[in-house]
């Protein structure tokens, strides 16, 4: 299976963008590009997912590289609230391996 | 929707007892997902449901667990006997099938084993 690499932490204001990058050199071209998020206390919940194209929900927006071996997830302006670990995960598309593997994930810190 | 129910939410147990985790999914969702969280080790996959039929089991760390999804709207993770290094968070998560869906967690149970 391929591996995603992410920075352990990172650190933001408060009103501020913030680019967490995810590293998939290895990704193969039917992996999908998955994030989730886990706030304090709580079990992980969705944010985005892609697979070529650049992708925006009301959460986040995800930038792919064009030859699919990075991406980055965009927080536009982020709140306290947004303070998680965020987790890139490579996810097949075929029925039956489908399983969601997480990496350690990159700490965010908001200061207010 | 309730969202996927676990329970108990706490548990607390003797070493060597059997302990056993629930878990409803989500109505419609037919993958199912058992995980363990550690400070040291993350988010662990230890099992996956597709259609009530366990798929992948490779992450069940040895016999003392097993893990049934005797129909569509539940699932049990059992721990016999137990171990103190057992003690961790476990989360269940379902979703719909295919590759756009969006897996829902839920609170977890933190299991302490003494």
């Known amino acids: 299976d391929a591996k995603t690499t992410q920075p352990n932490s990172m650190e933001s204001n408060e009103e501020e963008p913030v680019h967490l990058p995810c590293n998939h050199s290895?990704?193969?071209?039917?992996?999908?590009i998955h994030w989730y998020r886990q706030l304090p206390s709580q079990g992980p919940e969705y944010v985005i997912h892609?697979?070529?194209s650049n992708v925006n929900n009301r959460m986040a927006s995800l930038a792919i590289a064009e030859d699919r071996k990075s991406s980055t997830l965009i927080l536009h302006r982020a709140t306290l609230r947004d303070a998680a670990v965020y987790y890139c995960i490579l996810r097949k598309d075929w029925e039956g391996a489908q399983k969601l593997v997480f990496g350690q994930g990159t700490r965010l810190t908001i200061n207010p | 929707d309730a969202g996927v129910i676990q329970s108990p939410r706490h548990e607390v147990t003797e070493m060597g007892q059997e302990v056993t985790l629930r878990c409803k999914p989500i109505?419609?969702?037919?993958?199912l997902f058992w995980y363990r969280q550690t400070m040291m080790r993350g988010l662990e996959l230890l099992i996956y449901f597709n259609n009530n039929v366990p798929i992948d089991d490779s992450g069940m760390p040895e016999d003392r667990f097993s893990a049934k999804m005797p129909n569509a709207s539940f699932s049990t993770l059992k721990i016999q006997p137990s171990e103190p290094r057992d003690s961790a968070v476990y989360f269940c998560?379902?979703?719909?099938?295919?590759?756009?869906?969006?897996?829902?967690f839920g609170q977890g149970t933190r299991l302490t084993v003494v």
């Open positions: 998560a379902t979703q719909r099938a295919g590759p756009h869906t969006e897996a829902f």
């Open positions: 290895t990704i193969s071209g039917t992996d999908y």
């Open positions: 892609g697979l070529t």
């Open positions: 109505s419609g969702h037919n993958s």
